[in-house]
Nanobody, 121 residues
């Protein structure tokens, strides 16, 4: 079992930055790839990016590539999402998830409760 808690969301102006954290409980954290997803009002949950269990491999949605960076610290059971050059269309609830290193939400077994990110224009 893995429990996930996101933090770091908030209100930021266009062009600003935020760093989200996802703290995991459980000794098996390092066995899982970790993904970040987001969901805006009235829209489906969409893939943002993912990182392999070792942290060596990452992949991102085209919409955030070059602006967002995922990293993890297995010693701290934490994964991060650094978001730079934020745009109003990045406004959403952001979720971290533990599972396979894919873009598909169905491949992730555990989810956090989400943290709101709002980018003002």
């Amino acid at each position: 079992q893995v429990q996930l808690v996101e933090s770091g969301g908030g209100l930021v102006q266009t062009g600003g930055s935020l760093r989200l954290s996802c703290a995991a409980s459980g000794r098996t954290f390092s066995r899982y790839a970790m993904g970040w997803f987001r969901q805006a009002p009235g829209k489906e949950r969409e893939f943002v990016g993912a990182i392999s269990w070792s942290g060596v491999s990452t992949n991102y949605a085209d919409s955030v590539k070059g602006r967002f960076t995922i990293s993890r610290d297995n010693a701290k059971n934490t994964v991060y999402l650094q978001m730079n050059s934020l745009k109003p269309e990045d406004t959403a609830v952001y979720y971290c998830a533990a599972g396979k290193n894919t873009w598909a939400p169905g491949d992730y077994d555990y989810w956090g409760q989400g943290t709101q990110v709002t980018v003002s224009s």
